[in-house]
């Protein structure tokens, strides 16, 4: 479903992915790892589109098509949601009319009838009792004042109203307690399913004691060095990133 | 001699028509030419004369004539243009012949009916905003009547400030330059000496007047001129809501607009006014629109009385404005509420003077500038707290939203405060609509411009919910169009 072959991408001049190749089949999900300053992030904004990201070479196809000539909106209509690490806080705007616009800005897009606010209320309510969330929520401003759980807990929520394809989760498990990842990793559960595909881009092996991923996959220094199964995330976990420093090295070329 | 082009015929049915005379059989010389360019007392006479107004009216105005002429025009504001010719101006421009005008909506500046059409305008109500000669005003005539007769059985007057003097003299006398004196500033002088028409209205004694008054459906409106003068008298216990302007871009031939409008709010009396201005802000490149120079003022005479401002500012080259309060009868209330925007080659320099005389008064400003392209927006306001007002208290809210890195945003607060026991609060903010926000509406499918607007009605909103209803919608859509472009 996802297909990524030799990407390579640039910020303000500085090479960040060198050539990352990976393959996520619908109904998988697949967990990214790697030190801090490895390429993982860069890697979900590149997906998303984000412009700070010069792709310098390489191919993204989502079901065959080219997501890479695609406009971030463009992106996300075709079905590419991204959590983000830092939700964005917008002033004034309520939750409710940020989650409508973005809802009916895709329903437009396939030709479907907006939600009118009764419909809508009636639906997002229903997602948020599953993320345990107050329904004070919609009346907030977009982020704003929103404490960490709050922010990651309103990126599922999104990520549930909206059904994408393909879901990149970048970094969703940071700053949240306990509770509020195993209510993270419940939203991210019930959207497992056998046409979607989810990304996990995650430091910590703590995720994926709620979400089991499919596959595993070790960013170092802008490629993949190393994938398996979820095996490897605890070991990764066990010995921490420097024993790649030198075991994975064995096949990768040589690092100046 | 004169400049002005001759008129015709068709000038003549249309000056009777616009003018509001032709419904009460009144007639006037139109035969007679208007006055050459530029002021003298000859040309304060003439319009004094054409307008066959008593001499009290005369004289009030020579007197702002002669004031004028010992003043100098203000440089404090920050805004920069080129200086204005007041000796190239026809201080007179009696209602317009269709000679100048477009003959029909096929004549008209195609961007300037797209706007239009974004705007929801119905077809027929184009051509009229347009300039296009006759139809649109007929039609409007029945509309005002019926209107009219609703409000004359609770004894509001609510007409033409040409036909206020004639029919309501005493009113206009007693209250004309109470809260805007004929000597008040430059441009407000200027109004007084030359000021063409404009609207009145006087709610009498327990009246609450049932709809939202507004220009729009006033005929003569449309020919107010570039003096345009309004004031309204909300006796005690009344209550009265009036809108001014309209959300379409107007097209007009005068650069140079300085109207005055003054409110005078008895004992319990509420006065709301709520503006949209969407004069002609001028090209992408500052050439051409508005100079909007504008006194407004209200003062809160009676005790408990109330006089609340909200704008919407987006139209203009240059925006000089400061609806204020004189908050004189004890517990009065004064509320200033405003949006400005300041897009392309804009100038705003907007804000609100709140002048607490009586005790326990309170006042409210909240401002909000948005500034694009390369708009300069300056939030100017003034909260005096005078000696004698015990217990006053005062709440500012001042915030900005810059669009892009050419663009300005300025915040000159002034505060006096004389006594010990006022309250004074201000708070100001400045925002840039970022990338990241725009991206990460993109990223949830909503495209830039949508984002945008979300995002300055957001910012807009408490702003908006002061408001009249469908003047909050139209503003909202207002916004939309006159960001259009500002990103991407």
Redesign the interface.
């Known amino acids: 479903m996802l297909e990524i072959v030799g990407l390579r991408a640039r910020v303000g001049g500085k090479e960040i992915l060198r050539g990352v190749d990976l393959t996520v089949r619908a109904g998988e999900v697949h967990a990214i790892m790697g030190p801090n300053g490895s390429g993982k992030s860069t890697l979900a904004g590149v997906l998303?589109?984000?412009?700070?990201y010069e792709v310098a070479g390489g191919t993204v196809t989502l079901d065959g098509k080219d997501l890479l000539g695609l406009?971030?909106?463009e992106?996300?209509?075709a079905g590419?949601?991204?959590g983000?690490q830092y939700?964005?806080e917008?002033?004034?705007?309520?939750n409710a009319?940020?989650l409508r616009?973005?809802l009916n800005?895709?329903r437009r897009?396939r030709g479907e009838p907006e939600l009118d606010a009764v419909d809508f209320l009636a639906l997002v309510r229903r997602k948020m009792k599953a993320l345990e969330m107050d329904e004070a929520f919609l009346h907030r401003?977009l982020n704003e004042g929103f404490s960490g759980g709050e922010k990651k807990r309103n990126e599922i929520l999104?990520m549930t109203l909206?059904e994408p394809r393909l879901a990149l989760l970048d970094e969703t498990d940071s700053g949240l307690d306990i509770d509020a990842l195993r209510v993270v990793a419940g939203g991210v559960n019930a959207l497992r399913a056998p046409d979607r595909a989810i990304v996990l881009v995650t430091h910590y092996q703590r995720l994926l004691d709620y979400v089991a991923p499919d596959r595993v996959h070790v960013l170092s220094q802008g490629r993949i060095v190393l994938s398996g199964g979820p095996e490897l995330a605890k070991e990764l976990e066990k010995k921490g990133y420097g024993w790649l420093q030198t075991a994975g090295t064995a096949g990768a070329p040589a690092r100046s | 001699m004169s400049d002005a082009p001759p008129r015709t015929r068709d000038d003549e049915t249309l000056a009777q028509a616009t003018s509001g005379e032709y419904r009460w059989g009144f007639v006037t010389d139109i035969e007679s030419e208007s006055p050459p360019r530029g002021h003298s007392e000859g040309v304060v006479r003439y319009v004094s004369h054409k307008k066959e107004e008593p001499d009290w009216l005369l004289d009030w105005r020579l007197k702002a004539y002669r004031h004028w002429l010992t003043m100098k025009e203000p440089t404090w504001p920050k805004v920069t243009y080129p200086p204005i010719d007041y000796a190239g101006i026809f201080y007179y421009a009696a209602p317009k012949g269709t000679s100048g005008k477009p003959k029909s909506l096929d004549e008209v500046d195609p961007e300037l009916l797209k706007t239009y059409e974004k705007l929801g305008i119905p077809l027929k109500e184009r051509a009229a905003l347009a300039g296009v000669a006759v139809d649109a005003v007929f039609d409007s005539v029945s509309v005002a009547t019926s209107y009219k007769s609703k409000l004359a059985e609770l004894g509001i007057v609510f007409c033409s400030f040409s036909e206020a003097v004639r029919e309501h003299g005493d009113l206009v006398r007693r209250w004309l330059g109470s809260v805007v004196p004929s000597t008040d500033n430059y441009f407000a002088t200027l109004n007084s000496a030359f000021f063409s028409d404009g609207s009145f209205v006087y709610v009498p004694k327990g009246v609450r007047c049932p709809m939202e008054l507004s220009t729009y459906f006033r005929i003569n409106a449309a020919e107010t001129g570039q003096f345009e003068r309004t004031l309204i008298v909300a006796d005690e216990g009344a209550y009265v809501s009036y809108l001014e302007g309209c959300t379409a871009p107007k097209r007009d031939e005068n650069q140079l607009h300085a109207a005055v409008v003054e409110l005078v709010a008895l004992d319990g009396a509420e006065i709301k006014y709520s503006t949209v201005q969407n004069w002609y802000p001028g090209d992408k490149d500052g050439r051409g629109g508005i100079y909007n120079f504008v006194t407004k003022r209200g003062a809160c005479r009676g005790r408990r009385s109330k006089i609340s401002w909200t704008q919407v500012e987006t139209g203009s080259a240059i925006t000089w404005k400061y609806p204020s309060c004189i908050l004189q009868g004890d517990e009065s209330v004064g509320e200033f509420y405003s949006v400005a925007l300041a897009n392309h080659r804009q100038q705003a320099d907007t804000g609100t003077k709140m002048v607490h005389v009586g005790r326990n008064t309170r006042s409210t400003i909240v401002s909000k500038g948005i500034s694009a392209g390369h708009g300069q927006n300056t939030y100017r306001g003034l909260v005096r707290v005078l000696k004698g007002a015990e217990g006053a208290r005062n709440y500012t809210q001042c915030d900005s939203l810059l669009m892009g890195d050419r663009c300005g945003a300025h915040t000159f607060p002034y505060v006096e405060v004389r006594n010990p026991t006022a309250r004074v609060e201000h708070e100001a903010s400045t925002?840039k609509i970022?990338?990241?926000?725009i991206?990460?509406?993109?990223?949830?499918?909503?495209?830039?411009e949508?984002a945008v607007n979300?995002?300055v009605?957001?910012?807009?909103?408490e702003v908006f919910r002061e408001l009249p209803m469908e003047f909050a919608v139209e503003a909202q859509k207002l916004l939309a169009v006159s960001l259009e472009g500002s990103v991407g």
């Open positions: 998303a589109g984000r412009e700070t406009a971030p909106e992106r996300s209509w590419v949601f991204l983000f939700p964005v917008i002033p004034g705007v309520t009319t940020f616009a973005a800005a895709r897009r401003s999104q909206l | 925002s970022g990338e990241d926000q991206f990460y509406c993109n990223q949830r499918g909503i495209p830039a949508d979300m995002i009605n957001g910012f807009c909103k």
